[in-house]
């Protein structure tokens, strides 16, 4: 929680960001994360002032589990001082316990989105999802939270002006508006609409931005003209069995043992034995990589999130 110190800005944690999006997809499956095409509504997680805190606190933790379908998980919410935002106690269950900083008494707008990272820090230990580090497993948590539907909160929640700030999560702002971007492509859902933060607002218009390169890098036929000739010049290099950037054609050419490409580009040449020359590149949806045959105009199925790609080879 950064509350009136500097808050992180641009997209240090990406890579992290998008191995969690792929691990939700495995870990779920298609059908699973497809359940949460709608998001928890801004009118189910409202909480005002007049509101008794505790009877207000818990009526949104019960929100909030049952938009994550976890409907023998009951959760209990304290307040205290601490540095963190807010801390959960995971066990067996079926009770769970949260404690909450005790500055959310005097900012209870806040409650819903500390209370989001928790309660999915309870869903992911159901499903038995996490990454090793505690850095990587509250990045995790942080992109499940907003990719399966309450992360806007969290983005909601970053307020930043020239004498002060806040910020929830591990996320930076333009990351969450990443996730949340990313989710919008898939589930067609705009959240712009739920903010009440100018700041977060930005943030999101700065991950919708980054979200839409994904899907403008080659062999996609979306890809700029700039990316489609950079992409055929390292095609001929990999054709020719040579060395250059980006087609990770190294020792294992031609006898199955392509390496992922070095670089700054996302795609990487490799050819099975006796095979044509294969590219394979991250699926814009879920980053799970794709390989295809280098022939020419391509249609690809992700088997993970079942996106069907327009690719030219």
Not at 101 to 112: A, E, K, L, S, V
Not at 173 to 181: K, S
Request: proline share 6%; glycine share 10%; charged share 25%.
């Amino acid at each position: 929680m950064a509350d009136g110190g500097p808050v992180e800005h641009g997209f240090p944690h990406l890579e992290t960001v998008r191995a969690a999006v792929t691990a939700l997809y495995r870990r779920l499956s298609y059908d699973t994360v497809r359940q949460f095409a709608t998001s928890v509504p801004p009118a189910d997680v409202a909480f005002c002032d007049t509101d008794d805190l505790h009877l207000g606190t818990q009526r949104v933790a019960r929100e909030l589990v049952r938009h994550f379908r976890l409907p023998d998980a009951r959760v209990i919410v304290a307040f205290r001082e601490m540095r963190h935002a807010a801390n959960v106690e995971l066990t067996a269950g079926p009770e769970y316990f949260v404690e909450l900083n005790d500055r959310f008494r005097g900012h209870r707008r806040d409650i819903g989105a500390a209370l989001a990272h928790e309660i999915m820090h309870v869903y992911l230990h159901r499903v038995d999802l996490s990454f090793p580090g505690t850095r990587d497993n509250e990045i995790l948590t942080d992109t499940a939270t907003t990719y399966l539907g309450a992360g806007w909160l969290l983005l909601d929640a970053y307020r930043e002006d020239g004498v002060s700030s806040q910020k929830l999560g591990y996320l930076t702002p333009e990351e969450f508006g990443y996730v949340l971007a990313k989710r919008s492509l898939a589930f067609g859902e705009d959240p712009s609409v739920w903010f009440t933060s100018a700041q977060a607002y930005a943030a999101y218009e700065r991950g919708v931005e980054r979200a839409r390169r994904d899907e403008r890098q080659p062999p996609l036929t979306a890809a700029g003209w700039a990316g489609r000739r950079r992409y055929a010049r390292d095609r001929r290099v990999a054709q020719g069995h040579g060395s250059g950037p980006g087609h990770g054609l190294g020792p294992g050419l031609g006898r199955g043992h392509g390496v992922v490409g070095a670089g700054d580009v996302p795609y990487a040449f490799g050819a099975d034995p006796g095979g044509p020359l294969r590219v394979t590149f991250p699926c814009p949806t879920c980053h799970q990589r794709i390989r295809v045959p280098v022939r020419g105009r391509v249609r690809a199925r992700c088997g993970l999130c079942r996106t069907v790609l327009e690719c030219d080879t």
